[in-house]
């Protein structure tokens, strides 16, 4: 698929959306098996007697969920070529089975490139929210996008 977003495409203030998942107990337990297997994610008797109270997502499991929201949303129609790393990751609050995600991405920075005319940076703020408008976790972090039409040198 051809990208149809580039760097020049994006504008400081603009808000992308995208719908995600309604997380399952089942979803939970399969990531913490895999990625992060501490109790409370795992076993909910466990997590019953945690600081949780009951079964909570990890939030590196948030964290993918939201990456999957961002290339529905846009990454995946867009002429993305990577990221230099996140500079901020927060877990607000637990993301329990039966939430039902949604993602906002904020753009706060563009740069184009220097150095590599045909290359922008965007920096973004992401939030995940859940059925009940709450911030369940914030990331801020940069993106590189090819340009439409690469600056002069």
Known sequence: MEPTLFFEDFAVGQTLEAPGP?????AIVAFATQFDP?????DEAAAAKSLF?????????TAAMCMRMMVDGYVGR???MGSPGVDELRWLKP????????MKATV???RPSKSKPHLGSICHRWEVMNQKDEIVMSMKGWALFARRTPAAP
């Open 22 to 26: 309604t997380v399952t107990k089942e």
């Open 38 to 42: 501490q109790p409370f994610h795992l």
């Open 53 to 61: 109270g009951g079964l909570v997502a990890s939030g590196w499991h």
């Open 78 to 80: 867009a002429a993305s």
């Open 95 to 102: 993301v329990r089975p039966g939430d039902t995600l949604r």
């Open 108 to 110: 706060v920075e563009l």
